[in-house]
């Protein structure tokens, strides 16, 4: 090999080497996703501790460290955690049934033009209608208990699911929906197989939409509804806080809405699409 052609081979790896040492530890770091997240959060966090301490009124916007001093005294006492509970069991019954409900109205509608043009006409009746404005007439229905809660949070769920998911069944290829019929595959079989690891990811998005709708939803019901039989949730705990004025307390509730959405969003669905749409390469 002519001696020119070495030198510039060494002298390419020589500048490879120079680009990979010109990368710090500290700009390796910050090329992580979640590091870059943690910052934007903890920057947030110094920003609201600065601005109450400078604005000096409690009532009004309390500090972060009265703000966690109320969190870890109501955890302490057992009450915040008892408020969770109470809310996630109402949460994920209705979630459940409003995904179920989603799915098989999704089913039939992808195997059949009326149900085609059933989806379509409920989903538009009824997706703009906010699912709060509801809460009374559930409560005229199935009464103080967790029953008016639950439809409320299936109407809030139903749609945005079932739109997403009819919408990623339509966009699958005519070459695969070839395939599954190829290979004999007709129904439930046919939609399992073939239509849902297509259309995940946007099956995914509905479901990440669902729960907001649905999460946002609870906490403004129990604000309106207060206790459900008996044990109240973590809007009851923002409301009562509130008519005591423990300002602290209610945003120590406002906190924990968005700490359990952030874990919800960035734990569970995050795990589900590692283990779903990035396993079966239907995403890069």
Known sequence: MPANILMRADHTDQTDE??????????????????????ILLALLVIWQVYAVRLDNQLLFPTLTDTLSALWRSIGDGTLLARIAASLKVLLIGYGVG??????????????RLGTDLLETLTATF?????????????????LGIGSLVFVLVHSVLWAVALNTHSGFRSVSQTLRMVGQN???????????????????????????????????LIAAELVFGV????????????????????????????????????????????????TIQKWGVQN
């Not at 990368?23 to 979640?34: F, K």
């Not at 906010?130 to 229905?141: H, T, Y």
């Not at 009851?236 to 509730?253: H, K, Q, S, T």
Request: aromatic share 12%.
């Open 127 to 143: 997706n703009p209608l906010p699912a709060i404005a509801l809460l009374p007439l559930a409560l005229i229905w199935f009464g």
């Open 18 to 39: 120079n680009l990979a040492i010109r990368i710090s530890p500290l700009q390796a770091l910050w090329q992580n996703g979640a590091v870059r997240k943690t910052g």
């Open 228 to 275: 459900s039989s008996g044990q109240g949730g973590l809007g009851w705990y923002i409301f009562e806080n509130r008519n005591v004025l423990d300002i602290p307390a209610v945003f120590a509730g406002l906190l924990t809405v968005i700490v359990i959405g952030l874990v919800v969003e960035n734990l569970i669905f995050r795990t589900i699409e590692r283990h």
């Open 99 to 112: 995904v179920a409900l989603a799915s098989v109205l999704t089913i039939i509608a992808i195997n059949t």
């Open 183 to 217: 290979y004999g595959l007709r129904g439930l079989r046919y939609v399992f197989r073939i239509l849902v690891p297509a259309a995940f990811p946007t099956i995914l998005t509905g479901l990440k939409i669902g729960w907001a709708f649905a999460w946002r939803t």
